[in-house]
């Protein structure tokens, strides 16, 4: 794992009703990658109790690769366009893997 990749991405939706779609299509999205993307290790996503507007997902990925992976998969790219009728702001963070606790590869 010590080729582990990951990204935090922080989604600011435009209000509760663009809420409640973004919500939807991640609920849609989530299963096909977890049934679809073996080298996706963990793909979290996050409410801020303080920041009803803002959702927070965490990505890990086995290395570089898998996550090209999943960026070329039919449900990623679907999320991808689906997304920005949602959306006011995306901040990414990309992350290298350093010392700590790992999930195990699927």
Known sequence: MADGFGLVVRFLVRDEAAAAGFDALVA????????HEPGTLAYVVH???TEPLVRVFYELY???AAFDAHER????RHFLAE??????GVEVTFLHA???VRPAAR
């Open 28 to 35: 849609r999205t989530v299963p096909e990658i977890e049934r």
């Open 83 to 88: 997304r920005e009728q949602y959306l006011s």
């Open 47 to 49: 409410t801020v109790p």
């Open 62 to 64: 086995a290395d570089r």
């Open 98 to 100: 350093g010392s700590g």
């Open 73 to 76: 998969q039919p449900h990623t």
